[in-house]
């Protein structure tokens, strides 16, 4: 606002006023007075006290008031008449300051609040501050993406209402920094689910509304570019700011925006959930791949009377099938998923790693009763030959599962994989069976595999996808849920 009254008076030739007057002294802005104040004195070393602020707070320490150059004692009809003004400029979105100034200044140094006190009001200044055209296109998004969109803001409820109306947020019930001040927090956290317009909040206040939200179990994104935003912004769960935002604003906020454009907030949200739905993907195969061999290692080593993996068998496992996911951060997720919030699941976590896990061990003793039984690897003459076997289908069957759980749907029919991530699965199966049927085998101190193992491979991993997808649709039928 200082800005914008500094460019107006320098376009109407003002700026000689710089050069007149000599500030003395200032009483600083504070958010519960809500106006600040300067002391000048001009060339003939009269000194004047000069107030802007909130028009609520000016009239509460006006006791006259400047008519067509006459100064009158202030009324209760002529504070209604000013109040007026400053309603019906703020139901049109205009926001309004008053400014008050007196002549009578005592002679002392240092000047305070105190001093602020029956001064003439002296008339109003307006500021036209709309908001940007990306806002209703931004908001309109966010809502159809189930994100709710609430105003917390210093400036008083009609200009709130002017502006949140324009934008599509609903304006039928609001609440003021004062009502917000009476409730307790039990109170609060109950109108916060039907609120959608806080108007003129300290920034004490607007952090209250924002712990509310959180206490009702919402993660909160807040977004503001000024000093009074800084404590809303720390408490947020995501602050956001912009580039042209007060210091302390972009000190404190988690996300600077460089774009003017507000559709980066819908963007960035899509591409946030589209990030979580794939780490969530590649969590849950890697929790339930490990429960799952922890299971198979401890009925091997029971029941086989040789390992059935080296140390270097499975370290050179582990970096295959993590490798085999490295396309997983590019892959795509289906729209149905990313049209509302989700939070990390941890005990649905545990169920998905509990079902997917022991159906990896029971594929794993399949694949151990092929090679004891079918190919008579079960003394330890023939160990190399079991350990290469059963690290070939770990590497495979985690590899080529990806395709199952990454989706709800049926893999490669219903719904594929991203070409990164295609690609990546597909080179792993590649280089495991090179490193199995190839002298490459030698090089991880295992013996090359007969050809045969590569047909009970194939219906080992066609029984392992069939099982997978009947339990993924049992899991998604008890839990509504998927990834």
């Not at 006259?64 to 008449?81: C, F, R, S, Y």
């Not at 509304?209 to 503001?224: D, E, I, L, P, R």
């Amino acid at each position: 606002m200082d800005v914008a009254i500094i460019n107006r008076a320098e376009k109407e030739g003002l700026s000689y006023l710089k050069e007149a007057y000599v500030r003395e002294d200032e009483i600083p802005f504070d958010f519960s007075r809500r106006r600040m104040s300067v002391v000048l004195r001009d060339g003939a070393g009269k000194r004047q006290l000069i107030t802007k602020g909130a028009v609520e707070e000016i009239l509460s320490i006006c006791g006259h008031i400047e008519i067509d150059g006459q100064v009158k004692p202030i009324t209760g009809a002529l504070i209604e008449n000013a109040q007026k003004i400053a309603t019906e400029n703020n139901l049109e979105g205009i926001r309004v300051i008053a400014v008050a100034q007196k002549n009578n200044v005592h002679g002392v140094e240092t000047f305070g609040v105190d001093d602020e006190s029956d001064m003439v009001l002296i008339g109003f200044v307006g500021f036209l501050d709309p908001p940007k055209p990306s806002a209703q296109s931004a908001i309109t998004a966010l809502n159809r993406n189930g994100v709710r969109t609430v105003a917390l803001t210093g400036d008083t409820e009609g200009v709130a209402v002017n502006i949140c109306g324009r934008l599509g947020i609903p304006t039928g019930y609001t609440l003021t920094g004062a009502q917000v001040e009476a409730m307790d927090d039990e109170a609060l956290m109950a109108a916060c689910e039907k609120c959608h317009i806080f108007s003129k909040l300290s920034p004490y206040q607007k952090q209250r509304v924002v712990k509310a939200f959180q206490s009702n179990g919402h993660t909160v994104g807040y977004m503001g570019d000024g000093i009074n935003d800084s404590l809303p912004l720390k408490q947020a769960d995501v602050g956001i700011s912009v580039d042209t935002a007060v210091d302390i604003a972009k000190e404190v906020a988690d996300i600077i925006l460089l774009e003017k454009d507000l559709n980066v907030l819908d963007a960035g949200v899509i591409e946030g959930r589209r990030t979580f739905a794939n780490m969530s993907k590649y969590l849950k195969m890697s929790v339930s791949g490990n429960f799952g061999n922890m299971f198979s290692v401890l009925i091997a080593s029971i029941f086989l009377p040789f390992l059935p993996l080296l140390p270097l068998h499975i370290l050179v496992q582990n970096i295959l099938n993590d490798f085999a996911q490295l396309g997983m951060p590019f892959d795509h997720v289906e729209d149905e998923y990313i049209r509302l919030p989700k939070k990390w699941d941890i005990p649905g976590i545990k169920k998905f790693m509990v079902y997917f896990g022991l159906l990896s061990t029971v594929l794993d003793v399949l694949c151990f009763l092929v090679m004891w039984h079918i190919f008579k690897f079960n003394s330890a003459q023939t160990a190399g030959y079991f350990q290469c076997g059963w690290f070939m289908f770990g590497v495979i069957s985690q590899t080529v599962v990806i395709h199952t759980i990454r989706t709800p749907k049926l893999p490669f029919l219903q719904d594929r994989a991203s070409p990164q991530l295609t690609l990546s699965t597909a080179l792993v199966v590649l280089a495991t069976l090179l490193i199995g049927f190839t002298a490459i085998a030698g090089l991880f101190d295992l013996p090359v595999m007969a050809p045969a193992f590569g047909l009970w491979l194939v219906i080992l991993m066609a029984v392992y996808s069939l099982l997978a997808q009947m339990l993924k649709a049992v899991y998604i039928r008890l839990n509504k849920e998927w990834v």
